[in-house]
């Protein structure tokens, strides 16, 4: 059974940093791409970050580049989203999923975690 654990989320003030981990089991990341999105109230689930292990390419949402770093650890199994200078707009919950490509939207990631949620005061 695939088994995605998101942690790492809480409060934080604007400039801030967090790091969320998303620790997966019932599979290897060897043959899956590992995706974080995030949703707010109102708003459509959008996809922030995504990593391929099989050809070591990361994808970044333009409003997080330079911001927000993925990473993985094979090792764990587990998945990082490293995010720095946080801003008021990057309050969400924020979700891993594992797929088979970063080029899909959401909806076609078959396993989900069940979310932290980031919260950056201004």
């Known amino acids: 059974e695939v088994q995605l654990v998101e942690s790492g989320g809480g409060l934080v003030q604007a400039g801030g940093s967090l790091r969320l981990s998303c620790a997966a089991s019932?599979?290897?990341?060897?043959?899956?791409?590992i995706g974080w999105f995030r949703q707010s109230p109102g708003k459509e689930r959008e996809g922030v970050s995504c990593?391929?292990?099989?050809?070591?390419?990361?994808y970044y949402l333009d409003s997080v580049k330079g911001r927000f770093t993925i990473s993985s650890d094979n090792a764990k199994n587990t998945a990082y989203l490293q995010m720095n200078s946080l801003k008021a707009e990057d309050t969400a919950v924020y979700y891993c999923?594992?797929?088979?490509?970063?080029?899909?939207?959401?909806?076609?990631?078959?396993?989900w975690g069940q979310g932290t949620q980031v919260t950056v005061s201004s």
């Open positions: 999923a594992a797929g088979s490509s970063c080029d899909l939207p959401p909806s076609y990631f078959p396993s």
């Open positions: 019932g599979f290897t990341f060897d043959d899956r791409v």
């Open positions: 990593i391929s292990r099989s050809d070591g390419s990361a």
